[in-house]
Antibody
Framework: QVQLVQFGAGVKTPGASVKVSCKAFGYRFTGHFIHWVRQAPGQGLEWMGW????????KSTQKFQGRVILTRDTSISTAYMKMNNLNSDDTAVYYC????????????WGQGALVTVSS | SYVLTQPPSVSVAPGETARITCGEN??????VHWYQQRPGQAPILVIHSDDERPSGIPERLSGSDSGGTATLTISRVEAGDEADYYCQMWDRTSDHVVFGGGTRLNVL
């Protein structure tokens, strides 16, 4: 059974960093992209980027380039999203999701990690 | 780059048919996917590749395409269908995933 379990939720102060993890179960981790999507309170889904767990290649929107780092540890089937220099606009639920149907369709999603940025 | 346009909300009575549209600004779209998100929950993929249902998704949900507009149709709407629905595509030029703004389905 495919499952993505996330950790890393919490309250952060402006300027701090957060690292959210996403552990995969039930499929071959290196066989599918991991996408990162965030959702601010009351807002829609915002795609952030993807990582190819097999090669480590990443792609992210220009908005997050330089501030978001996507990595993975294949030995423990876990992907990570680290965001630096947090501000209040980064308050959101951060989701990871497996890419399927050609890698670009997030089919199974993690439960989400709520990151609140507040002083 | 792709911009996907959805109506903010659609309202239907139980038992009626709901149609949620997704317009994109680049002709020659290459596959639209749909997600259902109930309050407080993660999104669920309900339609992929325009009109394919993943395992476990009821046949009442279907997808279609006409020119530059994709449509998610929910037949015999139930109270449990009340949720936000998002369309999604892959922009192969930028290698980015794009989501529509989302549509709130209200069941009257």
């Amino acid at each position: 059974q495919v499952q993505l379990v996330q950790f890393g939720a919490g309250v952060k102060t402006p300027g701090a960093s957060v690292k959210v993890s996403c552990k995969a179960f039930g499929y071959r981790f290196t066989g599918h992209f991991i996408h990162w999507v965030r959702q601010a309170p009351g807002q829609g889904l915002e795609w952030m980027g993807w990582i190819n767990p097999n090669s480590g290649e990443t792609k992210s929107t220009q908005k997050f380039q330089g501030r978001v780092i996507l990595t993975r540890d294949t030995s423990i089937s876990t992907a990570y999203m680290k965001m630096n220099n947090l501000n209040s606009d980064d308050t959101a639920v951060y989701y990871c999701a497996r890419g399927f149907y050609g890698d670009y369709v997030p089919d199974f999603w993690g439960q989400g990690a709520l990151v609140t940025v507040s002083s | 780059s792709y911009v996907l346009t959805q109506p903010p909300s659609v309202s239907v009575a139980p038992g009626e048919t709901a149609r949620i549209t997704c317009g994109e600004n680049n002709f020659g779209r290459k596959g639209v996917h749909w997600y259902q998100q109930r309050p407080g929950q993660a999104p669920i993929l309900v339609i992929h590749s325009d009109d394919e249902r993943p395992s476990g998704i009821p046949e009442r949900l279907s997808g279609s395409d006409s020119g530059g507009t994709a449509t998610l149709t929910i037949s015999r709407v139930e109270a449990g269908d009340e949720a936000d629905y998002y369309c999604q595509m892959w922009d192969r030029t930028s290698d980015h995933v794009v989501f529509g703004g989302g549509t709130r389905l209200n069941v009257l």
